[in-house]
């Protein structure tokens, strides 16, 4: 079975301010989104890409135009926009602050046992369970990886451009674990993560990849905290310090 390779896009502004995005309407990568994306675009760059699968939303699209540009593999690869692999619908929580966010009762429910929350409806945006994001994710994922064999064979390699949220339940399903335990992985922004199918399970062969620089792992001020490091958010799509210590960055934050 072909490897995929997951790509979280790169750190936005609403990852950077601790805001929630989900769906919202026109965020993009800031400047330090798009120099983690042309970082790991040098680093694919003689890897054998034959398809480009991606969420829809503007962040993703962004990430994946400049992973493929200058590429060698570029012009031969096929382009995928698929709704299944976008963000998780948060409904009410989309657009609002991590810090908020962390007094709500449902917090803890996402952060504890994330297979029975499900985000409060909205007239503005669409809401759903994590557990239905994870189910949607992973079957697409593994519809995507058949589809990549049928066409170049068994060791064929593509990309898998999402969310945090997303990678973390793709993540959570090669390692074969529950899904309320899918907050103790991570996946930051431009992060690369490797997942091989096979006939009898799934290998998770790489996981939250971004690079030799280990700088991110040592110990930071905390002044230095605001937006990544320790505190959770919900989405992914969002920066971190101000939820409880302990708590996951639900998508993976700005790290």
């Not at 810090?99 to 007239?123: H, I, Y």
């Not at 189910?135 to 994922?141: F, G, S």
């Not at 066409?151 to 064929?156: D, F, I, K, T």
């Not at 990678?167 to 090669?174: E, N, W």
Request: glycine content about 12%.
């Amino acid at each position: 079975m072909p490897h995929v390779l997951l790509v979280r896009h790169g750190r936005t502004s609403a990852n950077a301010s601790g805001t929630l995005a989900g769906w919202t309407d026109g965020v993009g990568l800031d400047d330090t989104g798009r120099a983690q994306v042309h970082a790991l675009a040098e680093r694919l760059r003689d890897v054998p890409v034959v398809v480009l699968a991606s969420s829809p939303l503007q962040r993703c699209q962004e990430t994946s135009d400049l992973l493929v540009e200058g590429a060698p593999w570029a012009q031969a690869a096929r382009r995928v926009a698929d709704d299944d692999l976008g963000e998780c619908h948060y409904g009410s929580w989309t657009g609002r602050s991590l810090r908020e966010l962390a007094t709500e009762d449902l917090w803890r429910t996402v952060q504890d046992q994330p297979s029975r929350a499900r985000f409060p409806d909205s007239a503005d945006y669409r809401a759903e369970s994590i557990a239905a994001m994870s189910a949607r994710a992973v079957a697409a994922a593994r519809r995507i990886d058949a589809e990549v064999e049928a066409e170049h064979g068994p060791h064929a390699v593509w990309l898998l451009v999402s969310h945090g949220d997303i990678i973390k339940a793709l993540l959570a399903d090669a390692a074969g674990t529950h899904l309320d335990h899918f907050q103790r992985f991570q996946a930051g922004p431009a992060s690369l993560s490797v997942v091989h199918y096979s006939d009898r399970r799934p290998f998770l062969v790489r996981a939250n990849d971004t690079g030799s620089d280990l700088s991110t792992l040592l110990p930071r001020p905390p002044a230095e905290g605001a937006g990544g490091g320790a505190g959770a958010g919900a989405g992914g799509d969002a920066g971190g310090g101000d939820a409880p210590s302990g708590d996951a960055v639900v998508g993976g934050g700005a790290a």
